[in-house]
């Protein structure tokens, strides 16, 4: 029955959230959604290995495992060199592992539901989901019972729990939400441009509205989201060839859903900022950039100029090749030997994600480590050939985003990895219009 398949989506999707957005529940401490995926799809992968069914272990996985293994290697002899006790890259090969499984779940689960699974299926689910983490947010600050109830049982603080002066959807808040919320802003964009091409085109209405959700109210959750909008907007404006004034009937139609909508929601936007106070405050927060451009005729956002300081430098060879083995402060940590000085979060007080890898395992690490993300990255678009301008967009956003944070979308790449290449290009099949399969 329909109600049925209505519920089992409504499950797949907070479990799809379980595992994009983790977070502990307050009855569970140190135990998160993910990590808890992460045992169920242990036993699911161990399962059809038994059975001899198709798994997700090949030559890719082989040659990632090496590379990621390589990384937690060379992070390990940071570690030891140093004679520090932060081993947050030296297991990152556990972490990779972590994540597969956990996305193996959710792969899963989608085609079990569904009976099938493809690329545009999952990003589906992702976009459904940040949108309701956009929602959820944005009630949270409007409606308090509901603010009440989800701190009832969301544990912790920080990027996975709760924050006091941000807004913060149910694992969803800082920088680690903000560069999802990129990622997803170019999955639309990908997905607009490869509907024009199909049956599909009723679609182009909701992915939109998605679109305006998640840059709206994304910004006010983690202005890293910002990144994103960018280069989801940069890459619509080449691939619809606006600038050549010769765009197609399709593209047409796409252009013309934006600018409605758009506009549509410029007017809520205008009636919220001068009706709500708190839409007030959190839009002023989320778009400080475009307020001060236009209030004093220069971009100015505070976390920016912060962010200018924290471009700090090794002072010696030593730092650049190996690092110092530190990743966060090791005073707010359970460092039990250091002495030396404190910097508020960070290790010599920068949060920018390039330099935090380089103080951390060295130049070494630092280009390993970008080798692992170009290799899952390329292994994605090498799978999946009609997806690969979105594969390589999103590599070059993370490669973006660790100019600010050194936040790590290895998570998407994870889901998408857990595919077969055979069973997305049945799907995607079935979508191509009469005339391409005739």
Request: hydrophobic share 50%; glycine share 8%; proline share 2%.
């Amino acid at each position: 029955m329909w109600i049925f398949r209505i519920v089992g989506m409504v499950l797949l999707i907070i479990l799809t959230s379980f595992y994009f957005f983790p977070f502990e529940f307050t009855f569970l401490p140190g135990i998160n959604t993910k990590m808890a995926m992460a045992g169920i799809g242990l036993v699911v992968l161990i399962i059809q290995l038994a059975r001899g069914r198709k798994s997700i272990i090949d030559r890719d996985f082989f040659q990632l495992s090496l590379i990621a293994g390589l990384v937690s290697l060379i992070g390990l002899f940071a570690v030891t060199w140093n004679d520090t006790y932060d081993y947050t890259y030296a297991t990152y090969i556990v972490s990779m592992w972590v994540w597969l499984s956990g996305a193996y779940v959710v792969i899963q689960a989608i085609s079990k539901l569904h009976g099938h699974i493809s690329v545009e299926l999952v990003c589906n689910y992702l976009i459904v989901v940040c949108v309701a983490q956009c929602l959820i947010a944005f009630t949270m600050t409007q409606y308090p019972p509901l603010k009440n109830f989800v701190d009832s049982f969301l544990g912790g603080t920080g990027f996975m729990g709760k924050m006091e002066d941000r807004m913060y959807g149910i694992g969803a808040s800082l920088d680690v939400a903000g560069s999802r919320f990129s990622v997803i802003l170019v999955m639309i964009i990908s997905l607009l441009l490869k509907i024009v091409a199909t049956d599909k085109k009723t679609y182009v209405g909701l992915y939109l509205m998605a679109f305006f959700v998640i840059a709206i109210i994304g910004n006010m959750m983690s202005r890293t989201t910002t990144v994103g909008l960018m280069v989801a907007l940069a890459y619509l404006f080449y691939a619809s060839r606006i600038y050549t004034f010769r765009i197609d009937s399709g593209m047409r139609q796409v252009l013309g859903w934006f600018v409605g909508i758009l506009c549509v929601v410029i007017l809520l936007v205008i009636y919220g900022y001068y009706t709500n106070l708190g839409f007030h405050a959190s839009l002023r927060f989320g778009f400080e950039g475009f307020f001060s451009l236009v209030e004093q005729g220069k971009w100015k956002v505070h976390s920016n100029e912060i962010l200018n300081n924290m471009y700090i430098f090794p002072d010696n060879l030593k730092t650049w090749v190996i690092g110092d083995g530190y990743f966060d402060d090791p005073s707010f940590t359970d460092e039990p030997y250091y002495t030396g000085p404190k910097w508020g979060g960070y290790y010599q007080g920068t949060d920018v994600g390039y330099l935090r890898f380089i103080f951390y395992f060295g130049l070494l690490g630092l280009i390993t480590f970008s080798v692992f993300m170009f290799k899952v990255g390329r292994t994605c678009m090498t799978r999946f050939s009609s997806y690969r301008k979105m594969f390589a967009i999103i590599l070059l956003l993370n490669f973006a985003v660790w100019f600010k944070v050194s936040s790590d979308i290895f998570l998407v790449f994870a889901l998408f990895l857990c595919i077969n290449e055979e069973d997305n290009q049945i799907e995607e099949q079935k979508s191509l219009p009469e005339k391409f399969t005739s």
